[in-house]
């Protein structure tokens, strides 16, 4: 009996916690991305900032059109961002939708204690730059998933 008890208990737990967070979806012109509700939204000259009350992380988003930057020379400009002496090869690429070239790189920042995942997307001379960023010690269950999920929400219009 007490195994049954014991059962029901964890098959109900797991019920409640494996419910999602309500969301809503932030949209521009060009792009769009699934956020937590309650989360921030803030615009700083075109760069997006997306990021929980207690600000433990953001998801950030910039774009760029008209930009000259090869893609011989993207996985260069992706590891300067973060003064990276990793090697190139850590970052994947593959083609993605709409033409757009996929590249994916994650980091974390020893000094600053923050985990990084970047997202590029380039096309000719546009390209999308998102990156997550949170402290190492809120990267953990719930937030890495919500950070997670928005990042993977991200698609764009055209």
């Known amino acids: 009996m007490k195994k049954l008890i014991a059962a029901g208990f964890l098959f109900t737990g797991s019920l409640v916690f494996s419910q999602s967070v309500p969301t809503k979806v ?21 760069i997006i900032n997306i990021f929980p009350g207690n600000e433990v992380g953001a998801v950030t988003i910039s774009e760029y059109h008209g930009l000259n930057l090869p893609k011989t020379e993207t996985k260069k400009f992706i590891l300067a961002l973060y003064h990276s002496s990793d090697d190139e090869s850590k970052i994947r690429s593959r083609s993605g939708k709409k033409g757009y070239t996929e590249y994916r790189y994650e980091h974390f920042d020893e000094k600053q204690k923050l985990f990084w995942i970047t997202k590029v997307l380039q096309k000719d001379k546009d390209l999308f730059l998102v990156t997550v960023n949170c402290g190492q010690k809120y990267w953990n269950g719930n937030y890495a998933k919500l950070f997670n999920e928005a990042f993977d929400s991200f698609k764009i219009k055209k």
């Open 26 to 46: 932030y949209e521009n012109e060009n792009y769009s991305i699934t956020l937590p509700e309650g989360w921030k939204v803030t615009d700083d000259s075109n």
